[in-house]
C-alpha cells in the first residue's frame, strides 16, 4: 500500500476517534440533555437525508456509467467519488439549516460556527499545502489530495449558509 493511502487511512481513523471523544465527552457532560432535537427538527433531519441520500445515489450512478471502463481526465477516481460525497453533504446540509433542523436544542451557534469553521479551514489549509508544494495533480490530474479541497469547500459553504440564516433569524426577531 502506498505511503499516501496509509496516511489516509490513518488521518480518516483519527479524525472519528477525535469525533467519538468530542461526542462522548459532550453525552457525559449534558446527560439527558445530549443530542435532543424536536418533532419537528426531526422530520426535516429525516428529509435532509432524504435528499442527500438521493443526490448521492443518483451522482454515484451517473459517475459510474460515465467512467465504468476509464477514471475521467480531469481527476482520479477517488475525488470523483468524494466530489459526490461533497455535493451530498452540502445538499443534505443546507436543507437542515433553512428549515431550522441543523442545531440541537441546546447547542450555540458559536459551537457550530467552530467546528464547521475549523474543519473547513483546516481542510482548506491542507488543499493550499498540496498546490503549493505540487502535490494536488497526479499525472495532470486532481488527485488524492484534492480530497481535502471538497471537504473544505463543503464546509465552508455549509458556515456561510449557517451564518446567512442565523443572520436573517436574528434580524427576524427584532
Not at 449534558?30 to 432535537?37: H, N, V
Not at 493550499?128 to 488524492?144: M, P, Q, R, S
Request: net charge negative.
Amino acid at each position: 500500500m502506498e505511503e499516501r493511502n496509509i496516511a489516509f487511512i490513518i488521518g480518516m481513523v483519527v479524525g472519528g476517534f477525535v469525533l467519538a471523544v468530542v461526542a462522548l465527552i459532550q453525552k457525559v457532560k449534558k446527560e439527558k440533555a445530549w443530542c435532543e432535537y424536536d418533532e419537528r427538527q426531526l422530520q426535516a433531519r429525516g428529509k435532509a437525508f432524504q435528499y442527500g441520500f438521493v443526490v448521492l445515489l443518483f451522482y454515484d450512478v451517473f459517475y459510474a456509467a460515465l467512467f465504468a471502463e476509464n477514471e475521467p481526465s480531469w481527476c482520479n477516481n477517488m475525488f470523483g467519488i468524494f466530489l459526490g460525497v461533497g455535493i451530498a453533504l452540502v445538499i443534505m446540509g443546507g436543507y437542515a439549516i433553512w428549515n431550522d433542523a441543523f442545531m440541537q436544542l441546546n447547542q450555540t451557534p458559536l459551537a457550530v460556527y467552530l467546528i464547521f469553521g475549523g474543519v473547513g479551514g483546516m481542510n482548506l489549509i491542507a488543499a493550499i499545502g498540496h498546490i503549493w508544494t505540487g502535490e494536488f495533480l497526479e499525472n495532470g490530474k486532481i488527485g488524492d489530495s484534492g480530497i481535502n479541497l471538497v471537504l473544505g469547500v463543503t464546509m465552508l459553504i455549509l458556515t456561510i449558509t449557517f451564518a446567512v440564516k442565523n443572520h436573517l433569524d436574528k434580524r427576524e426577531e427584532e
